[in-house]
Protein backbone atom coordinates (compact mmCIF):
# COMPACT_ATOMS: atom_id res chain seq x y z
CA UNK A 1 0.00 0.00 0.00
CA UNK A 2 1.19 3.65 -1.17
CA UNK A 3 0.81 6.48 1.06
CA UNK A 4 0.54 9.19 -0.91
CA UNK A 5 0.42 13.09 -0.25
CA UNK A 6 -0.31 16.05 -2.49
CA UNK A 7 1.26 19.14 -2.12
CA UNK A 8 -1.27 22.40 -3.81
CA UNK A 9 0.22 23.69 -7.07
CA UNK A 10 0.21 27.02 -5.75
CA UNK A 11 3.11 25.74 -3.25
CA UNK A 12 5.45 23.82 -5.38
CA UNK A 13 4.71 27.32 -7.90
CA UNK A 14 6.43 29.38 -5.13
CA UNK A 15 9.18 26.78 -4.37
CA UNK A 16 10.68 27.09 -8.00
CA UNK A 17 10.22 30.95 -7.95
CA UNK A 18 12.02 31.36 -5.05
CA UNK A 19 14.98 28.46 -6.17
CA UNK A 20 18.10 30.25 -8.09
CA UNK A 21 18.57 29.79 -11.49
CA UNK A 22 21.89 28.86 -11.40
CA UNK A 23 24.60 27.30 -8.98
CA UNK A 24 28.08 28.22 -9.21
CA UNK A 25 30.34 24.91 -8.47
CA UNK A 26 34.11 25.69 -7.80
CA UNK A 27 37.38 23.76 -8.11
CA UNK A 28 39.46 23.08 -5.46
CA UNK A 29 41.57 26.10 -5.87
CA UNK A 30 38.22 28.34 -5.82
CA UNK A 31 38.24 28.59 -8.99
CA UNK A 32 34.95 28.77 -10.87
CA UNK A 33 34.55 24.95 -12.18
CA UNK A 34 31.20 25.24 -13.86
CA UNK A 35 27.63 26.59 -13.08
CA UNK A 36 24.52 24.10 -12.50
CA UNK A 37 21.52 25.74 -14.70
CA UNK A 38 19.09 24.63 -17.19
CA UNK A 39 19.98 23.59 -20.30
CA UNK A 40 23.48 23.24 -19.64
CA UNK A 41 24.78 19.59 -19.68
CA UNK A 42 26.91 17.90 -17.33
CA UNK A 43 29.42 15.19 -18.01
CA UNK A 44 30.05 12.66 -15.44
CA UNK A 45 32.38 9.51 -15.92
CA UNK A 46 29.42 7.91 -13.25
CA UNK A 47 30.84 5.22 -10.71
CA UNK A 48 34.19 3.85 -12.28
CA UNK A 49 35.98 3.10 -8.63
CA UNK A 50 35.09 -0.27 -7.58
CA UNK A 51 35.86 -1.34 -11.15
CA UNK A 52 39.15 0.15 -11.19
CA UNK A 53 41.00 -2.18 -8.49
CA UNK A 54 39.06 -5.88 -9.90
CA UNK A 55 40.96 -4.35 -13.86
CA UNK A 56 44.21 -3.39 -11.96
CA UNK A 57 44.59 -6.16 -9.86
CA UNK A 58 41.94 -9.35 -10.82
CA UNK A 59 38.45 -10.32 -9.46
CA UNK A 60 37.40 -9.85 -5.80
CA UNK A 61 39.61 -6.90 -4.37
CA UNK A 62 38.58 -4.23 -2.73
CA UNK A 63 39.08 -0.61 -3.72
CA UNK A 64 41.99 0.80 -2.45
CA UNK A 65 43.14 4.59 -1.66
CA UNK A 66 45.48 4.22 -4.25
CA UNK A 67 42.78 2.67 -7.17
CA UNK A 68 40.87 6.52 -6.09
CA UNK A 69 43.32 8.57 -6.46
CA UNK A 70 44.57 7.05 -9.56
CA UNK A 71 41.17 7.40 -11.05
CA UNK A 72 41.08 11.00 -9.70
CA UNK A 73 44.28 11.82 -11.60
CA UNK A 74 43.27 10.78 -14.64
CA UNK A 75 39.85 12.63 -14.56
CA UNK A 76 41.77 15.79 -13.94
CA UNK A 77 43.78 15.39 -17.19
CA UNK A 78 40.33 14.69 -19.00
CA UNK A 79 38.69 18.35 -20.70
CA UNK A 80 35.45 17.28 -20.52
CA UNK A 81 34.76 16.28 -17.19
CA UNK A 82 32.98 18.39 -15.07
CA UNK A 83 32.95 16.69 -11.95
CA UNK A 84 33.57 13.22 -10.55
CA UNK A 85 30.80 11.33 -8.47
CA UNK A 86 33.23 9.24 -5.90
CA UNK A 87 31.81 5.83 -5.14
CA UNK A 88 34.64 4.12 -4.31
CA UNK A 89 34.92 2.94 -1.01
CA UNK A 90 37.86 1.54 0.81
CA UNK A 91 37.82 -1.15 3.98
CA UNK A 92 34.50 -1.67 5.51
CA UNK A 93 31.47 0.87 6.37
CA UNK A 94 30.69 1.01 9.82
CA UNK A 95 26.56 2.31 9.68
CA UNK A 96 27.26 3.43 13.65
CA UNK A 97 29.58 5.97 12.43
CA UNK A 98 26.84 8.12 10.64
CA UNK A 99 25.17 8.82 14.40
CA UNK A 100 21.14 8.41 15.37
Known sequence: ???????????????????????????????????????????APGAPFNLFGILRRGSGVETTMGDIESVLALFDYLPNIDFVMHMGMTGVF????IGP
Not at 94 to 97: E, G, M, R, V
Request: charged share 20%; aromatic share 6%; glycine share 6%.
Open 94 to 97: DATS
Open 1 to 43: MMNWVKIPPRIVEECLDMAPGSISVYDRDGNPGMLLEAQTFIS
